[in-house]
């Protein structure tokens, strides 16, 4: 269930927006844009999470390095905002192009925590769960 204003959440629904619209274009730097300096992005092909603004950019082009195109559709879900920290669950579902040839479809979802910072939401920690992949 939504929680929090109508602004606040229409700013978070821009975030998650910019994050996938970076991705589609495989722009690290304006994808990267989305994370607070201490940002945390964990995803189930990677050991560990990287942590800090800069891993983090280094972490997305390394797995764009292999991507010739790539559509993210982003669902925003359970948005609750308290204060300047907010919580979140974003669905997606990915097409994945590898410049190898071929296509990698993945649904899963984003557990996220965001904090506003100078009047803007930031990313603090983006966690993907799979729920379906098909090769």
């Not at 589609?24 to 201490?38: F, P």
């Amino acid at each position: 269930m939504n929680k929090g204003s109508v602004e606040d959440r229409l700013e978070i629904r821009e975030l998650m927006e910019q994050f996938a619209h970076g991705a589609m274009t495989l722009d690290g730097d304006y994808w990267g844009e989305t994370w607070a300096e201490e940002g945390s992005w964990k995803l189930p092909s990677m050991e560990t999470a990287a942590v800090g603004k800069d891993v983090v950019k280094a972490a997305f082009k390394e797995k764009m390095a292999y991507v010739d195109y790539i559509s993210m559709i982003s669902v925003p879900a359970d948005i609750v905002v308290d204060g300047d920290r907010a919580t979140a669950r974003c669905f997606c579902r990915e097409l994945i192009y590898p410049k190898a040839g071929g296509k990698v479809t993945v649904v899963g979802y984003f557990d996220d925590v965001m904090v506003k910072r100078d009047g803007r939401w930031l990313f603090v920690s983006r966690v993907y769960n799979v729920i379906g992949k098909e090769m």
